[in-house]
């Protein structure tokens, strides 16, 4: 196909530049991201990555760049992209406070196991560790956050180091890539050789061979079992493994919870899913698990949020662990039987060999339980008594409006629990948040991102009043841009989830957690985007109809209850077996 | 219970890598008492090897973090009855004393020391061996003026390894068989799978 023929028929359609042509090293980054199939990069330009952008300035056609306010903005919006998209998020940074900048998301995508690519600039070779001007040693600052980092000085080496980069961080358990770039490389003329993806490292091996024999060891325990207890994470949607793991409960009959990275890979209203776990999950899920008598955990690492006290967590029960990464197996919790693998091949191999059953009476356990949540918490959460709003209700009203189908974006703290707790979920990688890291600031960002990797899905940004302040200069990047984003500040005046735990743990000695907030809706529209402040119960219903149906962007803060708690929780060093509904 | 622990980690030549696997002791507060790189049976395959004093929990999922780097192809730990292991020492003495005191020469030969350069006012010694027996050496050198002491890091080969060879070859094709995918350390301990 000529380049004319294919410019007229498809003008997106990319040439790519025929091997043993002379390209720079800056173009070379170019064709590797369209081999790659990248569409969207996140960035900021600056001082030693300008031959990139440079180059870019040609392919505005082929890759949407969108310029955030801020490199964090940038890197938790390629996080957004990615969890949506299922693909391999990008970001672009220069030297020194540019890639300094990016710390933050590469911590929270490497403990969230979400794939990136961040190409950060870097000055002249012959520059390196003379105290240069925005020069930092950015690669062993950010050895311990990424999953692999490279320093590239000549340009020979960016095809094949970009290919290794998208292949380290798509496969095996996902995470962060940072190639750092020397200018020299950047400018560089080389002999490109044309790009080849990469799928074989030999020191690396992102897919164990499943072993059958765990397989069928795993298979008895689950056939012998009274009381099983599937537990399930983010390594389900990761693994794009939703169906097999339906497949599996649904013939096994196991009642199944998640933990916060894993909600939404199974539908909220399937008859097994009982419900969330962890420090803020549900009732039934944290007191069960000290009942289970075999728990199959998914996809999931046992995080202490999830466990509670670790040596009070599942002791009576046989313990099967489906992961990828050999590393979690038995770091928290001891498996009596391992199955180390991708859970896209080892369910359907587990669900071949599990009898077909049903577990009524353990299923209604978990009702029961379900039964005093919804009287003590959930209800009086959802249908307050009072004047004051809370956040439960606000969720409750969004679900009836988006049926469930939304992608909702959270940020961190209480907002989050509330958001994870009742969001109704239709579909999977819908549910985007900062799990292990914590990272308030995540969710403007975020969401923008998420907008990107799923522009046809309605994308709502749950934040806090807290988290909103500190990426809210990301509103610009949604002014420039325009992604669709509907956000919700649920504004309770305070730093709330501190607060809780001052107000339960410290005495109500409230130590600087009352913040107080700019005119969110002046800031709105200063950046041109609409806005609305919901203060009465009456107006929620319409406001968030308003929000949802508005075409583009839409800020609506909510004020809610200032010293409402989230609960159930289980305190910090109790056992999952003493969650407090109060 | 902690007891010394020796890791010895396949690895490709990368820069970066010794941080990399440094930050995985550091990280958790763990000393590392002892580390050596050199390169190993196999061209452009490193070898490292480091001692720690922790319990063999904690020394396993060392273990796996370590093999979890890009760039590492296998981590496995020996206690001190698996391995044959050395390290090498260095003495500074003043040759006055050494010529001297006929007795010194005579320490050195019962500790398999040898010189290594001797001059008019300095002989340096070379021993090899373990731990107590380096050590035994500097208290005996002590009384005669010893300048300078250095000890390399421990070197120790694996008793019961077949060497690297047909592993690297698993390695390298694109579908390993059982050899390089086998969870060695959960196989070790077999109890764990008894149902």
């Known amino acids: 196909m000529s380049t004319a023929t294919a410019a007229s028929a498809e003008p997106k359609k990319h040439t790519a530049i025929p091997a043993t042509t002379t390209i720079s090293g800056s173009v070379a980054v170019l064709e590797a991201f369209i081999a790659e199939g990248v569409d969207t990069i996140f960035g900021y330009p600056g001082g030693a990555i300008m031959p990139i952008y440079d180059a870019l300035y040609d392919y ?59 190409v950060t600039g870097q000055v002249f070779a012959h520059l390196l560790g003379t105290d240069a001007f925005q ?90 079992a009274k009381k099983p207890f599937v537990l399930f994470g983010q390594g389900v949607i990761l ?91 038995d770091k928290n919790v001891k498996s009596t039987v391992p199955v180390w693998g991708d859970c896209k091949e080892t369910l359907p191999l587990l669900t071949e060999l599990v009898d077909q059953k049903v577990y009524p009476q353990w299923l209604e356990k978990f009702h029961d339980y379900r039964k005093q949540e919804e009287e003590q918490c959930i209800q009086p959460e959802m249908h307050p008594e009072g004047e004051v709003m809370t956040m439960a209700e606000v969720l409750d009203a969004l679900n009836e409006l988006t049926g469930g189908d939304a992608v909702i974006v959270t940020d961190v703290g209480q907002h989050q629990m509330v958001a994870c707790r009742y969001a109704k979920f239709t579909q999977s990688k819908s549910n985007i948040t900062s799990g292990g890291l914590g990272t308030m600031g995540f969710g403007l960002p975020a969401a923008i991102g998420a907008k990107y990797g799923a522009p046809e899905r309605q994308v709502v940004a749950i934040i806090g009043d807290g988290g909103i302040q500190m990426t809210i200069q990301e509103l610009g990047t949604i002014m420039q841009f325009g992604a669709a984003v509907k956000i919700i500040i649920l504004n309770n005046q305070f730093l709330g989830m501190v607060r809780q735990w ?45 929000m949802l149906d508005h075409d583009g962007a839409y800020l609506l803060e909510i004020m809610v209850g200032k010293e409402n708690n989230v609960f159930p929780m289980v305190p910090q060093g109790c056992s999952v077996a003493e969650i407090r509904l109060k | 219970m902690k007891q010394e622990f020796t890791i010895t980690v396949y690895t490709e030549n990368q820069i970066g890598l010794l ?28 070898r490292f090897n480091i001692v720690i004093n922790e319990t063999e929990e904690v020394v396993k999922k060392l273990c796996r973090q370590i093999e979890k780097q890009v760039e590492v192809l296998k981590a496995y730990y020996s206690s001190n009855d698996e391995i044959i292991w050395q390290e090498l ?46 050590d035994k050496l500097i208290e005996i050198l002590g009384e005669y003026g010893l300048i300078e002491f250095v000890r390399s890091a421990r070197v120790a080969i694996i008793k019961n390894s077949k060497g690297f060879h047909d592993k690297i070859r698993e390695f390298e094709k694109q579908e390993p068989g059982e050899e390089v995918v086998e969870n060695e350390y959960l196989d070790k301990n077999e109890s764990i799978f008894s149902m």
């Open chain 1, 239 to 329: 693994g794009k493994a939703e169906q097999e793991f339906r497949a599996f409960i649904e013939k096994s009959g196991i009642p199944a919870a998640w933990t916060i990275m894993g909600l939404s890979a199974l539908a909220t209203d399937h008859p097994l899913n009982v419900g969330m776990l962890g420090m803020h999950g549900n009732y039934g899920p944290n007191v069960l698990t000290n009942e289970c008598d075999v728990l199959i955990a998914i996809g999931m690492r046992f995080d202490d949020r999830v466990t509670g006290r670790l040596d009070k967590y599942a002791k009576q029960a046989q313990v099967i662990h489906l992961d990828i990464d050999p590393a979690e197996i």
């Open chain 1, 502 to 546: 001052q107000q339960l743990f410290h005495d109500k000695r409230y130590s600087f957690v009352n913040i107080t907030s700019p005119d969110y809706i002046a800031v709105a529209k200063g950046y041109y985007i609409e806005a609305q402040k919901v203060e009465v119960r009456e107006q929620l219903r319409g406001a968030l109809k308003q």
């Open chain 2, 19 to 46: 941080t990399r696997i440094a930050i995985i002791f550091s990280r958790r507060k763990i000393n590392v008492e002892s580390l050596n790189t050199s390169p190993s049976e196999i061209e452009n395959i490193h």
């Open chain 1, 60 to 118: 505005t056609e082929k890759l949407n760049h969108i310029l955030v306010r801020h490199e964090q903005g940038g890197i938790h919006a390629a996080q957004g992209y990615a969890r949506t998209s299922g693909k391999t998020g990008v970001v672009f940074a220069t030297s020194g406070p540019g890639a300094t900048n990016l710390v933050t998301g590469l911590a929270d995508a490497m403990i969230d196991s979400t794939p990136l690519v961040c």
């Open chain 1, 135 to 224: 020069e930092t040693d950015v690669i062993n600052i950010t050895t311990p956050v990424t999953k692999w980092n490279y320093q590239v000085t000549d340009a020979n080496e960016i095809p094949h180091v970009l290919a290794k980069a998208f292949y380290i961080a798509g496969s095996g358990r996902p995470g962060p890539v940072l190639i750092d770039i020397t200018k020299n490389a950047q400018l560089q003329q080389f002999a490109y050789e044309g790009y080849k993806k990469c799928d074989h490292i030999r020191s690396y091996r992102p897919k164990p061979l499943v072993r059958k024999e765990y397989i069928r060891q795993a298979a008895d325990l689950i056939n012998q």
């Open chain 2, 89 to 134: 020492a260095l003495y500074k003495v003043p040759t006055d004393q050494v010529a001297e005191k006929v007795q010194v020469e005579r320490l050195l030969r019962q500790y398999g020391a040898r010189a290594v350069v001797i001059r008019t006012d300095y002989t340096v010694f070379e021993a090899t061996g373990h731990r107590e027996e380096t």
